[in-house]
């Protein structure tokens, strides 16, 4: 059965430091996989996904994630934080075949002045 | 820009009222989904649509219902609702036909019983 891990339910960074969010997965088949944003009170935001074309994805907001096939790994970044990327963020995945996704339990970041 | 829909935003009512929440998407797409997300929580899924006159329970139990008659509609009910129906209610659509088909959120439905 497919799993996503997400390491860290809270992650605090400063302003302008290099934020790291954890996601692994377990799949039996490379699966697609998906970081989306959530800020209070709304739905989720597509950051990025995995389509198997390169390993190293970049998104929106400055976001990047690379996968890593040998780690089951796909860990999100930013170069700097900014004050708006607090939100709070989920790994998802979907095994190929299938149309069900399974998220995380989701990051909450939160950026320090 | 992800056109999908719900209605209402906030709905704060008494126990044993029947609620309809009512989810739209202009974007043609056959496969929608319902997650229920408490504050602060993960999403689970509860109702899947793989087309019109198709719908699944999810992994959570619920004890909503749905219906999907036209591609772009898939509303979710309660015939009765009860506090422990409080939650946030999450809208999905995507269209697998195209890559990875990734999922498009309407902004969300948060539910509050009495």
Redesign the interface.
Known sequence: AQSVTQLGSHVSVSEGALVLLRCNYSSSVPP?L?W?VQYP??????LL???SAATLVKGINGFEAEFKKSETSFHLTKPSAHMSDAA?Y?C?V?SSGT???I????T?LKVLA | EADIY?TPRYLVIGTGKKITLECSQTMGHD?M?W?QQDP????H?IH?S?GVNSTEKGDLSSESTVSRIRTEHFPLTLESARPSHTSQY?C?S?D?NR??????????S?LTVL
């Open positions: 697609y998906f989306y009170n709304q739905g989720l935001q597509l996904k995995y389509t709070e989920f998802a979907r149309y069900k996704y998220f995380g339990t989701g909450r | 719900q496969k989904y997650y602060g929580m993960e999403l899924l899947y793989y999450l999905a995507s697998l890559n990875t088909g990734e999922l498009f959120f309407g902004e969300g948060r």
